[in-house]
């Protein structure tokens, strides 16, 4: 029984890059968003604050079709991507990595925002007293002491990505080899007569997929805790 | 090396307004807390900016003139700052920590070396250790060591041993001792404990409330009467005396050194002749007399003159005065009965024989200025 169809393995791997493209596209958001909350005050903060937590409230749905209002081939950013620059999201699996990294935003965003707030500023301050200009205060001292902090949030967000189906069917669709992730093949298969033992199979491929990734990070997490603890 | 300082900052309600310079040796900022010795710190190392406008200035580089609308970020200021806390990066060690500020020094052709450093400071053995598992005093030799590593032109202070116990103070005074000697760098030194003050400071800027209400040399200040506060921790009013060993005298255990203010001699110290000390010797230490004293078993009788009188103490109850006599430049303190100022007539210019009592060593000068200069910077 254990023997994967081209369909299966198709849908896993697919899975892992659409999770692995959204956490390392939206990281760098994440960072300079959690920056911005932690240590900037500017006029409009509660609604930026609100706007990243939005999906986390909002049924996945919803979500999805906000998405596809925005992004798609007639939405008001998907024309004017797709003319100009010749980016096209809808139905495409780079679609369900934006839908993916959207879903997963507000968990990377916490998680290292939280990071920032434990880092003590008199630190940074020391290092400008060093002779560091900001930028290499940046690199040198708050980086690395959010570490434990980046890590976490990259772990939720790759698990919210993996697992995500309501915004991702809504936006992307459902198209085998192109936006057919996971759990939409899941749920397809729970769908059809006969497809049980097919979902059986994707669930436990699911479930030590996540495991794994949970050791993994766990282990990553207490080698990056050790150095910044000092 | 020479920082001047003119400046001006509110905040809340308590007003900083403070003008004072300093040229080499250690200059003590001294006052209670709440005077304002850390903020008019943090406004020299341009963590904070002056908003009632000021000047601050090393060597004639302007680093802040707020009517020239010019103020110079801390990474680009020069100034060293040993924080209170240490304040070590936690995710690198203690290597790391001291090479940090290299990087900005390397261009600099009197970047000090970092054996020189390390060995002044005595951390060889920590540098491969982590940070956090070092004691309260090596941490802030680590810190002392990163802020000389970037090579500052001005080492700011801030009561580095304050949160240490007595024994890690002890543990680290001698290395402050010999960074004063040995380095050319003018250093800001903060606190509010005076013991401290006396056996480091070369020149004192007395803060209150916001304002500089007494600068000069140490040893100057310490023999104004009435000027520095006798504190809980065993303070009492008196001078410091810069002393050299001259010799030994084997056969009654006496020391002999040298003073601006004469030959003293003191039971024996453990220091070859040639040794710089401080010498402090507390006002109730002195008596006075207007003539030679015949046969006394005081060792030490200094001839002087009285220079002034201390203006508290003059209403009734109050039996003590104290008295500032001057030595050819030298100066002490010494107190006395009301009773006896009028008896002796004692008044400013009053020729006296000062017999001194008791003589503590505050504190050694490894190198340091020669003896010869009475005020001590």
Redesign the interface.
């Known amino acids: 029984m254990f023997v994967l169809t081209p369909e299966e393995i198709t849908a896993i791997l697919l899975s892992l890059k659409v999770a692995a493209v959204a956490m390392a596209a939206s990281l760098p958001f994440g960072i300079a968003v959690a920056w911005l909350l932690a240590r900037r005050d500017f006029p409009g903060k509660a609604l930026v604050d609100a706007l990243v937590h939005m999906p986390l409230i909002l049924p996945p749905v919803v979500t999805g079709y906000a998405l596809l209002l925005l992004f798609g081939r007639r939405g008001l950013l998907g024309g004017w991507l797709g003319d100009q620059l010749g980016i096209v999201l809808a139905f495409r699996w780079t679609g369900a990595a934006l839908a993916c990294a959207v879903m997963g935003f507000p968990l990377l965003v916490r998680a290292i925002r939280l990071s920032i707030e434990a880092i003590d500023p008199r630190l940074e301050a020391a290092a400008g007293t060093l002779g560091a200009a900001p930028a290499f205060v940046f690199l040198t001292v708050t980086l690395p002491l959010m570490l434990p902090g980046i890590l976490a949030g990259m772990v939720l967000s790759f698990a919210r990505a993996f697992g995500e189906f309501g915004a991702t069917i809504t936006f992307v669709s459902n198209i085998p080899g192109e936006t057919q992730t996971l759990p939409t093949a899941i749920y397809v298969f729970t769908q059809v007569p006969g497809g049980d033992a097919q979902a059986l199979r994707l669930t436990l491929v699911a479930v030590a997929i996540a495991a794994a990734a949970l050791i993994g990070s766990e282990i990553l997490a207490r080698r990056v805790g050790r150095q910044v603890r000092g | 090396m020479s920082l001047e300082i003119a400046l001006r900052h509110r905040q809340g309600d308590f007003a900083l307004d403070a003008a004072f310079s300093c040229a080499g040796g250690i200059t003590a900022l001294f006052g209670r807390s709440g005077a304002g010795k850390t903020t008019l710190v943090n406004l020299i190392?341009?963590?904070e900016r002056p908003n009632g406008g000021g000047r601050i200035a090393i060597d004639g580089r302007v680093l802040v003139d707020t009517d020239a609308g010019l103020f110079v970020?801390?990474?680009?200021?020069?100034?060293?700052?040993v924080?209170q806390?240490g304040?070590?990066?936690?995710?690198?060690d203690v290597r790391r920590n001291l090479l940090?500020?290299r990087?900005?020094?390397r261009d600099r052709r009197d970047a000090i070396a970092f054996d020189e450093v390390i060995g002044l400071l005595g951390i060889g053995d920590l540098l491969d250790r982590?940070?956090?598992g070092l004691s309260g005093g090596e941490k802030q030799r680590v810190a002392i060591g990163?802020?000389l590593l970037?090579r500052p032109q001005v080492l700011l202070m801030d009561e580095p041993l304050a949160a240490l116990d007595a024994a890690r103070k002890e543990e680290i005074l001698p290395y402050l001792e010999r960074l004063r000697a040995q380095l050319r760098l003018p250093v800001v030194y903060v606190s509010h404990a005076l013991p401290e003050v006396l056996r480091l400071a070369d020149q004192l800027v007395l803060l209150e409330e916001g304002r500089v209400r007494a600068a000069g040399p140490l040893a100057d200040l310490a023999a104004t009467p009435g000027l520095l506060p006798a504190d809980g921790e065993g303070h009492e009013a008196g001078a410091v005396l810069m002393a050299e060993v001259v010799g030994h005298d084997g056969d009654y255990g006496l020391t002999l050194l040298r003073t601006p203010a004469g030959p003293v001699r003191v039971p024996h110290l453990d220091h070859a002749p040639g040794s710089r000390l401080r010498l402090r010797i507390r006002a109730r230490d002195i008596t006075l007399a207007l003539g030679p004293p015949g046969d006394t078993s005081a060792l030490n009788v200094l001839p002087g003159m009285i220079a002034a009188i201390g203006g508290a103490g003059r209403g009734p109850g109050d039996a003590m005065v104290d008295l500032r006599l001057d030595f050819g430049g030298a100066a002490l303190l010494a107190r006395v009965t009301r009773l006896s100022v009028d008896r002796l007539g004692l008044a400013p210019g009053v020729a006296v024989y000062a017999m001194v009592k008791a003589v503590a060593v505050a504190g050694r000068d490894f190198g340091g200025r020669p003896v010869s200069d009475p005020a001590g910077g």
Do not use: Q, S
Request: aromatic share 16%; no cysteine; net charge positive.
């Open positions: 190392a341009g963590l970020p801390p990474h680009r200021r020069r100034i060293g700052y924080f806390e304040r070590l990066f936690p995710h690198l940090y500020g990087v900005f020094a982590r940070t956090g990163r802020a970037a």
